[in-house]
T-cell receptor, first 114, second 114 residues
């Protein structure tokens, strides 16, 4: 039981390049989330999904897209990376709606955009 | 407004000292959930505790204890006899009822020196 895993762990991009971050969970959770963590700002929600085939915007969705084609996977895409997207990205999952159940986090992906 | 404030940016203590991390929250909901997460230097986010708004009993788990007071909108976290392994960033978070959002504070960095 690996919990929540994220691929890759580190990535360096040049401005304008694209990439996809992969999140996988093996807990059969319905809900999945993508956050970014910036110094002094805590974690902020980018997008989330309440089930396979669904996605919704969070607090800071601009510049990102997501897809949830399979229940266990949640992909975060950057179509044209910008230096402002340099951050640590965390994926999380929970069995039910945020408050009723605990969100469990992956190990994070450190992204640098030059 | 829904908000979590962790006014202490950084705390330094010497091993075996007791330390309290403050968390003050704002919400108009009468039902909500509060969380504490630990982020050690390795970077992952570790769930510590979840508390719902109807349960004001204090919680103790080993050297950790939590004091929830609705009257002051606070959910403080105390570590007794701190150890070097307690060095981490600690986040307090809030989920208002029936939402999918986990609202994080900006975190408190705790450094425990031997």
């Amino acid at each position: 039981n690996a919990g929540v895993t994220q691929t890759p762990k580190f990535r360096v991009l040049k401005t304008g390049q694209s990439m996809t971050l992969l999140c996988a969970q093996d807990m059969n959770h319905e809900y999945m989330y993508w956050y970014r963590q910036d110094p002094g700002m805590g974690l902020r929600l980018i997008h989330y999904s309440v089930g396979e085939g669904t996605t919704a915007k969070g607090e800071v969705p601009d510049g990102y897209n997501v897809s949830r084609l399979k229940k266990q996977n949640f992909l975060l895409g950057l179509e044209s990376a910008a230096p402002s997207q340099t951050s640590v990205y965390f994926c999380a999952s929970s069995q039910s709606q945020g408050g009723w159940d605990t969100q469990y986090f992956g190990p994070g992906t450190r992204l640098t955009v030059l | 407004a829904q908000k979590v404030t962790q006014a202490q940016t950084e705390i330094s203590v010497v091993e075996k000292e007791d330390v309290t991390l403050d968390c003050v929250y704002e919400t108009r909901d009468t039902t909500y959930y509060l969380f504490w997460y630990k982020q050690p230097p390795s970077g992952e986010l570790v769930f510590l505790i979840r508390r719902n708004s109807f349960d004001e009993q204090n919680e103790i788990s080993g050297r950790y204890s939590w004091n929830f007071q609705k009257s002051t909108s606070s959910f403080n976290f105390t570590i007794t006899a701190s150890q070097v392994v307690d060095s981490a960033v600690y986040f307090c978070a809030l989920t208002p009822y029936n939402t999918d959002k986990l609202i994080f504070g900006t975190g408190t960095r705790l450094q425990v020196f031997p």
